[in-house]
């Protein structure tokens, strides 16, 4: 069974609702969970914030928040997720920011540092990818980040 098939019937299972807030990924997190039928009844929103200004003014990141840390950082995701969570009324929320590549961002920040964040609302976990990938890093990159948001999600449900 695929991740996304797992994730699904979990949250059918717990009677939960998951919405999402994905930057580098573009999607492909909410694209897999939609592309599992009966998707519609656990997935309500799904949020791709490429840009700085979008992660403010639709998921309330805060401007300090960038400028400090920047996009891809624990502090981001961990706004994202909370941010997301409100605006959707889910009970569970992931996020992530990363740098998919090949080419890295104007930071110091490698290709392949992604941060997720899964929240139940009460609690809240954070993790850091370190990928290094050398073929077709950007999809690998995107892929491997958006296997990790699942098992996440798998995780913050439990048994």
């Known amino acids: 069974m695929k991740l996304e098939e797992i994730v699904v019937r979990k949250l059918s299972e717990n009677n939960l609702v998951l919405a999402c807030a994905e930057s580098c990924t573009g999607g492909l997190i909410a694209k897999r969970i939609t592309d599992v039928s009966g ?69 110091s920040k490698p290709v392949g540092l992604i941060f997720l964040a899964v ?21 690998s990159n995107r892929t491997s980040a958006s296997d990790e948001a699942l098992n996440m999600i798998i995780e913050m449900i439990g048994d």
């Open 39 to 107: 998707s519609s009844a656990v997935f309500n929103c799904g949020v791709v914030s490429y840009s700085n200004e979008i992660k403010q003014k639709v998921l309330g990141v805060r401007h300090e928040t960038l400028e400090q840390f920047g996009a891809v950082s624990e502090q981001t995701v961990r706004e994202m997720v909370n941010g997301v969570l409100e605006i959707s009324g889910a009970d569970i929320a992931v996020s992530v920011s990363g740098i998919a590549g090949p080419n890295s961002d104007n930071t």
């Open 119 to 139: 929240s139940n609302g009460n609690e809240t976990v954070v993790k850091r990818l370190n990928n290094s990938f050398s073929e077709d890093i950007r999809n």
